[in-house]
T-cell receptor, first 117, second 111 residues
Framework: EPEVTQTPSHQVTQMGQEVILRCVPI?????FYWYRQILGQKVEFLVS????????KSEIFDDQFSVERPDGSNFTLKIRSTKLEDSAMYFC???????????????FGPGTRLTVL | GDSVTQMEGPVTLSEEAFLTINCTYT??????LFWYVQYPGEGLQLLLK?????DKGSNKGFEATYRKETTSFHLEKGSVQVSDSAVYFC??????????FGQGTELSVKP
């Protein structure tokens, strides 16, 4: 069964450093998402991406964050200058979206645990 | 804005006990509703979903019914197993496509 994959599984970085989190969505999916989960808290939406552009972003997704689909398979989240409060689990998700439904199922990757020291 | 509220955890049950995890939502329009499960050390897996009022989602013995009149989507299972120990997240999505999650309820099942 197709699945969303994410690399690395765990990333440790120093405050102020740039990190890139990578995701490979399911191949025939059209919509892509990043969410994050600070330890012990709820899962929060960061950004959605469709047709090579951001379709929606949350207040969390400020100028330090960017997303890109550099080729036909990868979907990346970049944090330019990491802060301590960026430490969280970051989940990538994708959905088909080919039937015009905004409500079809999103499939999640296993997550990348980002630790900022 | 749209929101989801779940009952506080952790919930501790003995094996074969009945499980209910309450979930209520606030939303404009007609959202789809989901339950996701997160096993220790793993990502989020879809457990079940319902896309319109009175729909019942079911999977692996878990059930939830979309109740528009009470804006609820409570998760139930008749007989839990140790392997059901996990964190359960209720979520909604509107036409905009982003998922809005509840805070999660940790379930611990003891043998």
């Amino acid at each position: 069964e197709p699945e969303v994959t994410q690399t690395p599984s765990h990333q440790v970085t120093q405050m102020g450093q740039e990190v890139i989190l990578r995701c490979v969505p399911i191949s025939n999916h059209l919509y892509f998402y990043w969410y994050r989960q600070i330890l012990g808290q709820k899962v929060e939406f960061l950004v959605s991406f469709y047709n090579n552009e951001i379709s929606e972003k949350s207040e969390i997704f400020d100028d330090q964050f960017s997303v890109e689909r550099p080729d036909g398979s990868n979907f990346t989240l970049k944090i330019r200058s990491t802060k301590l409060e960026d430490s969280a689990m970051y989940f990538c998700a994708s959905r088909r979206g080919d039937r015009g439904l905004g409500t079809d199922t999103q499939y999640f990757g296993p997550g990348t645990r980002l630790t900022v020291l | 804005g749209d929101s989801v509220t779940q009952m506080e955890g952790p919930v501790t049950l003995s094996e074969e006990a009945f499980l209910t995890i309450n979930c209520t939502y606030t939303a404009t329009g007609y959202p789809s509703l989901f339950w996701y499960v997160q096993y220790p050390g793993e990502g989020l897996q879809l457990l079940l979903k319902a896309t319109k009022a009175d729909d019942k989602g079911s999977n692996k013995g878990f059930e939830a019914t979309y109740r528009k009149e009470t804006t609820s989507f409570h998760l139930e299972k008749g007989s839990v197993q140790v392997s059901d120990s996990a964190v359960y997240f209720c979520a909604l999505v509107n036409q905009g496509g982003k998922l809005i999650f509840g805070q999660g309820t940790e379930l611990s099942v003891k043998p």
